[in-house]
């Protein structure tokens, strides 16, 4: 008798036990999110047209940094697209990798229908970037953050450093085919033809009278401005990635700063043919990329595979 009931005794504990354990165990509901897709230059196109303002991952203004991530990333696209467009692979990268990242449309004018970004006047842009920093530092509690800019985006956030008292805000920064310099007539007119054979907009760069195009233009006003002072401001580690098959940010050789960790794909990567444009979507442009925002070696080397448009 006695040891039939310290066989069901054994039982209900047994019985309790496994349902406390069922309790505390993590449920599926409660497993991490499934990571994010990288995105395609299909991707990007249909995104510049539907998704223009918005992109999965990206300013979530509830993320707080980790103390593996502190820097939240702030994205700054090119001339002619918009964030939705322009970082379909580099956020999702980011956000699965535990990074809080940001981004805003900038240089919006009437000619840009909601999705031509970077045809307003530099300044102007400058001016907008400085207040998304204070806004993305509000938000996350951060006290600087890193940034990643194409072309026009590259040129921003510097004249920002430079100009705008940025460099106490920003750790690090990384430009892809940046016109920190300027870059010549003939790049920005091949601009547009660019963007046409990717199939995302057609437009004249010699037809439109806009500001943005014309502030990167070598020896512009703006360009005259920010070089008044020759000097590189100390503070944040700099990185600027150019590949020698560009057409645009030209002369590539140009978008080197005093003072950087200045890197040409192609003494890399000899084969990898990747233009401007399409820089973006490159493998080892988007490597280098994630190995400045984690602070890794300036020896790093790229995997050479998966490489860029070469437009």
């Not at 992109?55 to 964030?83: E, K, M, Y």
């Not at 890193?146 to 450093?161: E, K, M, R």
């Not at 016109?179 to 907009?201: D, E, I, R």
């Not at 030209?250 to 794909?265: D, E, K, M, R, S």
């Amino acid at each position: 008798m006695k040891t039939s009931i310290r066989r069901r005794l054994a039982a209900c504990a047994l019985t309790v036990g496994l349902a406390a354990g069922a309790t505390l165990a993590p449920s599926s509901a409660s497993a991490a999110p499934a990571p994010l897709p990288e995105g395609t230059l299909a991707t990007a196109i249909a995104n510049f047209v539907l998704s223009p303002d918005r992109l999965a991952g990206v300013n979530d203004w509830t993320c707080r940094p980790s103390a593996a991530h502190p820097q939240p990333v702030i994205l700054q696209h090119a001339t002619f697209v918009n964030l939705g467009s322009n970082f379909v692979k580099l956020a999702p990268r980011l956000k699965n990798a535990g990074y809080c990242v940001f981004a805003e449309n900038y240089g919006m004018t009437l000619l840009s229908a909601g999705r031509i970004g970077g045809l307003g006047r530099v300044e102007t842009s400058v001016a907008a970037f400085g207040r998304f920093v204070d806004r993305v530092r509000a938000a996350t509690g951060a006290a600087k953050v890193d940034v990643v800019g194409h072309s026009q985006g590259g040129l921003t956030p510097f004249a920002y450093i430079k100009l705008g008292g940025g460099a106490s805000k920003i750790d690090d920064y990384v430009s892809w085919g940046g016109t920190q310099h300027g870059t010549t007539l003939n790049g920005l007119a091949s601009l547009g033809k660019a963007f046409g054979v990717l199939g995302v907009v057609e437009i004249g760069a010699g037809l439109l009278q806009a500001p943005g195009l014309t502030d990167q233009a070598v020896g512009s006003a703006f360009q005259d401005k920010l070089w008044a002072n020759p000097s590189v401001p100390k503070g944040p580690d700099y990185l600027t990635i150019a590949t020698n098959r560009d057409t645009v940010s030209t002369p590539y050789t140009n978008q080197a700063l005093a003072g950087a960790q200045n890197v040409v794909i192609q003494d890399l990567c000899p084969a990898d043919t990747v233009g401007h444009v399409g820089m973006f979507l490159d493998e080892p442009t988007l490597q280098l990329t994630m190995n400045a925002l984690a602070d890794g070696p300036e020896s790093f080397r790229p995997r050479c595979e998966g490489y860029g448009p070469a437009v």
